[in-house]
């Protein structure tokens, strides 16, 4: 069964950091692109980076490019997001999720295989 568990969410102030982390078993992590979503209250779901197998190809929606840094540690089966220079339009709920492929842009992530989330707060 394939497990995704965020954590690192938090309240935080304009201009603040946050480290997202996801745990993962249930598959053969180093074989599958991971990608991050988020949903800001009331809005539709939202994919926002992704990173392939490997680890070096890495892909951001506009919006989060030179803020958000995605990185993932093979090893411990763990992808991450680190988050700089928040804004309060980055509130929301935010998930990694399983790729369907080894690939890490978009067109390969899977909505449905998604954690249960951790939630990001940014207001002073």
């Known amino acids: 069964e394939v497990q995704l568990v965020e954590s690192g969410g938090g309240l935080v102030q304009p201009g603040g950091s946050l480290s997202l982390s996801c745990a993962t078993s249930g598959f053969t992590f180093n074989v599958y692109g991971m990608s991050w979503f988020r949903q800001a209250p009331g809005k539709g779901l939202e994919w926002i980076s992704g990173?392939?197998?490997?680890?070096?190809?890495?892909y951001y929606v506009d919006s989060v490019k030179g803020r958000f840094t995605i990185s993932r540690d093979n090893a411990n089966n763990t992808v991450y997001l680190q988050l700089n220079s928040l804004k309060s339009e980055d509130t929301a709920m935010y998930y990694c999720a399983k790729n369907r492929n080894v690939f890490g842009g978009a067109a390969s992530s899977d909505e449905n295989q998604r954690g249960q989330g951790t939630q990001v707060t940014v207001s002073s």
């Open positions: 990173i392939g197998a490997g680890g070096l190809r890495k």
